[in-house]
């Protein structure tokens, strides 16, 4: 035991960015209050504060980043047909596991994000019978096999003397930071230092076999051999911190969705590159990216005082045009090598992969243009009064969803 933290001296450096999710999910919370987005989950994961109402240009923003985000991870588990996993980097207070799961399969959903924000969601997850319920695993139909290409010995039966109302579907470990179920997991993770020793593993599930050694092992560790020698700095380190949290959960056979919302942006490039070459190993794979973009400009200028006056950086953010940004995802179908996983053998060889990556973007802007209805922006519209249309077409070009797809089942994406 450690004694109670004193009072610290000078501020945790990382508090400004953790409040950034503060921002985003009161963002959220006002614009569900006033009829802009349905969201019954939000006010389970968001503490509600005082002034939580935001602007209009606010809430319209928020509207379509939603609307962009949520139509490229339906559209890539659309295409995997159930199969497909997601990973999300610094996750927050996000909803998007329990809005999509009412419609869509998925095989499991990963969430990672600091300590203490995990931590606090966790608790607010554990309290919501109606948080919970989504993680209680899906029923098998009748005479279906007990584990599919597993042992056939099927999850654990509870003892008949625990009413299956009792029975918690979700486990929890590393002091209440992380939580396990069948298809939805939480770790706590910060992609700037050495990995965790462990992670939860995932509970027995009705597709994988608790005895399967499989699912438990960590998948190889890879890094872009093509990258410049300054990408390839940091890359270790962060692919070690990857592999440790996500290889117990992942099946590198299935497809895999990574998402960072405004994640990337407060690491430098080189990192962020790190990050995407990791996801490099997996043969059908999306990567989905939003944060800001051109900030070289006097908007872009100003937004920089405005973070800075708060302790924040973008060393991320260094990205001319949606474009541009789209381009780094080209790594993942770069030419990558198999580093050394602890206890294990070298082959000494180098994998090529050279299957053709897929990209695009649009900004804000251009979702607003090119993919929301019409009649939805004329009922958003009717909600607040919002007259400066040029402010807003300035503010929604300064950010934007990239995304990157590899493999057969995603070409021509999303």
């Known amino acids: 035991m450690h004694p109670p933290p004193r009072a610290q001296a000078h501020p945790d450096p990382d508090d400004a960015i953790r409040e950034t999710d503060v921002d985003a999910s009161t963002s959220r919370l006002s614009a569900c209050s006033l009829g802009y987005l349905s969201d019954a989950y939000a006010p389970l994961l968001t503490r509600a504060r005082a002034g939580t109402r935001k602007p209009p240009l606010i809430n319209v923003g928020t509207h379509h980043r939603v609307h962009a985000v949520d139509r490229l991870v339906c559209a890539f588990l659309e295409r995997a047909g159930g199969r497909g996993q997601v990973v999300s980097l610094g996750a927050g207070s996000d909803t998007r596991f329990w809005r999509l799961q009412e419609t869509h399969a998925m095989r499991i959903y990963v969430e990672l994000d600091f300590a203490h924000v995990t931590a606090t969601k966790a608790q607010r997850i554990a309290r919501a019978p109606a948080l919970v319920a989504a993680l209680a695993p899906r029923p098998r139909s009748p005479g279906a096999a007990a584990n599919v290409g597993g042992s056939g010995a099927g999850p654990p039966v509870e003892p008949e003397s625990t009413p299956v109302s009792q029975v918690k579907p979700y486990a929890v470990s590393q002091g209440g930071a992380a939580l396990s179920s069948e298809r939805y997991v939480l770790l706590p993770l910060d992609l700037r230092g050495p990995p965790l020793p462990s992670s939860p593993s995932p509970l027995p599930s009705s597709s994988s076999s608790s005895s399967s050694s499989s699912s438990s092992s960590a998948l190889p560790l890879l890094t872009p051999a093509s990258a410049p020698a300054s990408a390839l700095a940091p890359t270790p380190a962060i692919a070690a911190a990857l592999t440790s949290a996500l290889g117990p959960h992942l099946d590198p056979a299935l497809p895999v969705l990574f998402l960072a919302e405004c994640v990337l942006c407060y690491m430098t490039r080189d990192e962020g590159d790190?990050?995407?070459?990791?996801?490099?190993?997996?043969?059908?794979?999306?990567?989905?990216?939003?944060?800001?973009?051109?900030?070289?400009?006097?908007?872009g200028a100003v937004m920089r005082r405005n973070l800075a006056s708060r302790q924040l950086a973008l060393p991320g953010a260094v990205y001319a045009t949606p474009e541009a940004m789209a381009e780094r995802f080209r790594l993942l179908g770069g030419r990558v090598a198999a580093l050394t996983p602890p206890g294990a053998s070298a082959d000494g060889h180098a994998h090529a992969h050279d299957d053709a990556v897929g990209v695009g973007a649009r900004s804000l802007w251009d979702v607003r243009e090119q993919w929301i209805d019409p009649d939805e922006i004329r009922r958003i519209s009717r909600l607040e009064l919002l007259d400066e249309l040029e402010e807003l077409r300035l503010v929604l070009s300064h950010y934007c969803v990239a995304w990157g797809a590899k493999g057969a089942a995603f070409a021509g994406y999303p």
């Not at 989905?288 to 908007?299: I, K, P, R, S, T």
């Open 274 to 299: 790190a990050v995407v070459s990791w996801f490099a190993r997996f043969d059908d794979v999306v990567g989905v990216v939003y944060e800001m973009v051109g900030l070289h400009d006097a908007f």
